[in-house]
């Protein structure tokens, strides 16, 4: 269960004409190498201190400001922050709107696996605020359901695009082997499509490559033009199309097709078709009835 903290006004944050104000704090069940937060506070929050990981984090309302490699900083929704394992850096909202983000602290020991073996070093990004859709839908992929249980091969993915994401913004690229393990790739894409409703973790990929997990991750990628975890949920929500075109319920179709509910294929469902599927099964079902009445 995600816990939230709550705690009464301090001198600090009572900035508001007249309200009474509470910080509210949350925290998600912690992860190997991996914790979640979400913040909203008004007023400066943090005094100076630091973290043995990298924070990883986005802005979602009002300005986020904070002290950093000494100068200040500002964000603003949308914005990514990133701070670098043992740099000293206090934190605080930065209008009397208040403010409310969500943060990632990653540990570096787990970042340098998503790097690779070919890695000159852990990578250094030096404007710690900067506008990056592609890396914020990956974070925001993490950080957006605090409360749902995460997939292992998400979390594998996840750390190797925060890899690929840091590295672009350090200027320091990723050299990758040009060399793929083709049968070994193939195995495991065999491997998911016959197992597209049960529970697949990475070690039984790597239990049927021969492949680590990051590395698999990567020639996957490389060869098929995209990762294991979404090869795999593709094929669940083909699978998901399928039994709608065939009335099943939604309920029972998230089941059998690999999603723990049906507000999880709802969510992997809008975010691959733009559309929820229900309302999928409200639009095709008069060409539903149409064919089978026409036979």
Not at 61 to 74: A, D, I, L, M, W
Not at 118 to 144: I, K, Q, W
Not at 145 to 156: A, M, N, Q, V, W
């Amino acid at each position: 269960m995600t816990t939230l903290l709550t705690s009464p006004d301090t001198d600090g944050i009572e900035r508001l004409c007249n309200h009474t104000v509470r910080e509210r704090f949350l925290t998600a069940p912690a992860l190997p190498g991996i914790e979640r937060i979400e913040a909203q506070f008004y007023g400066d929050m943090f005094a100076p201190h630091r973290h043995d990981t990298y924070a990883l984090g986005v802005t979602l309302h009002g300005v986020q400001t904070f002290s950093y490699r000494g100068t200040k900083q500002f964000s603003q929704p949308g914005n990514i922050i990133v701070l670098h394992p043992d740099e000293t850096h206090d934190g605080g909202a930065g209008t009397e709107a208040g403010l409310r983000y969500r943060m990632l602290y990653l540990d570096p020991a787990l970042l340098w696996l998503g790097l690779g073996e070919n890695a000159p070093g852990l990578p250094f990004v030096a404007r710690p605020v900067f506008s990056d859709p592609a890396l914020s839908a990956t974070l925001l992929e993490m950080l957006a359901h605090l409360d749902s249980d995460i997939d292992e091969l998400l979390i594998d993915q996840f750390v190797c695009s925060v890899a690929e994401g840091l590295c672009r913004h350090a200027r320091q690229p990723i050299r990758r082997s040009k060399k793929l393990a083709l049968p070994r790739l193939e195995r495991a894409r065999d491997f998911l499509e016959a197992n597209t409703s049960g529970t697949i973790t990475s070690t039984d990929l790597e239990d049927v490559t021969g492949l680590d997990r990051y590395t698999l991750i990567r020639q996957f990628k490389a060869r098929y033009a995209t990762t294991p975890h979404r090869f795999l949920v593709m094929r669940r929500l083909q699978q998901a199309k399928t039994l709608i075109a065939q009335g099943e319920p939604l309920a029972g179709i998230a089941a059998d097709t690999g999603f723990a509910d049906q507000s999880h294929l709802n969510r992997h469902f809008k975010q691959a078709f733009g559309i929820t599927p229900g309302r999928w099964a409200d639009m095709i079902r008069p060409q539903l009835l149409t064919r089978h009445n026409g036979k």
